[in-house]
């Protein structure tokens, strides 16, 4: 059995088809779904998809794209909804200074303003980070008792490492398998204990899908991929990944 612990199941092109997304991605092992928000409306989409399918869990927050549009009393609303026990984790939060299409300024004090709530409820963080590594690590540094997970890494392993030394797991995505990615020389470095698998679709459509429209079950290949890099089976990286997931995020 297979986790994918990142998918955005509310956009249209995996929406319209809901059950045919989770049939196809049952078929190919991949069981159980961590739909994650990446503003307030969309946190409320993934919640009732949480509500609606005994397999899917959800997430909410502020995706650092999203900061400044954040309303002023986000957090509350955030916090209300975030005592839902099918709602797993606050997210997805960070930085992303690659496309910055909200100003590094509000950027950090959206993910600060998440990371104290996560602090104060105790749930895990799913945290996004591009082109933001040094302020990523001074953050994540001043609220040490939360813990995570680097969602869709593309960093390096030193990067990795740190993170790891903090507390956190590092996800990979569809890019892991590209022509050329340095993330297998990364990924094959690292403990197999904090490493988690996701799609993040509807994007990043892994290899040999590459440029299509990406599903959740797609995490197989993802997974197959870093049973070739740890020269190990499928059902091992299954068995190990589902475990962390199941860890991270206290999935019954």
Excluded: W
């Amino acid at each position: 059995m297979l986790v994918d612990t990142h998918c955005h199941l509310y956009f249209d092109e995996l929406i319209k088809d809901i059950d045919g997304v989770l049939n196809r991605a049952d078929k190919l092992g991949v069981k159980t779904f961590i739909c994650v928000g990446t503003d307030l409306n969309d946190s409320i989409k993934s919640f009732k998809l949480a509500q609606q399918y005994e397999n899917i869990y959800s997430t909410a927050g502020i995706h650092p794209h999203n900061a400044e549009a954040a309303e002023n009393n986000y957090i509350n609303k955030l916090r209300d909804i975030l005592v839902n026990k099918k709602i797993v984790a606050v997210g997805e939060m960070g930085l992303d200074y690659y496309r910055n299409i909200s100003n590094p300024d509000s950027q950090k004090l959206v993910f600060k303003e998440q990371l104290n709530l996560a602090q104060e409820i105790n749930k895990p963080i799913v945290f996004h980070n591009r082109d933001a590594d040094e302020d990523t690590i001074n953050i994540l540094s001043d609220f040490s008792k939360v813990k995570g997970v680097a969602h869709c890494f593309s960093s390096s392993y030193k990067m990795a490492m740190e993170l790891i030394e903090m507390g956190f797991y590092i996800s990979f995505s569809g890019n892991l398998t590209f022509k050329n990615s340095h993330l297998p020389e990364v990924a094959k470095k690292l403990p197999p204990d904090r490493l988690l698998v996701e799609t993040d679709s509807p994007f990043l459509s892994p290899v040999p899908f590459r440029g299509k429209t990406n599903e959740p079950g797609r995490t197989r290949y993802v997974a197959e991929k870093l049973a070739e890099i740890f020269n190990s089976k499928i059902e091992h990286i299954a068995s190990v990944t589902t475990a962390n997931a199941k860890t991270l995020f206290n999935l019954t």
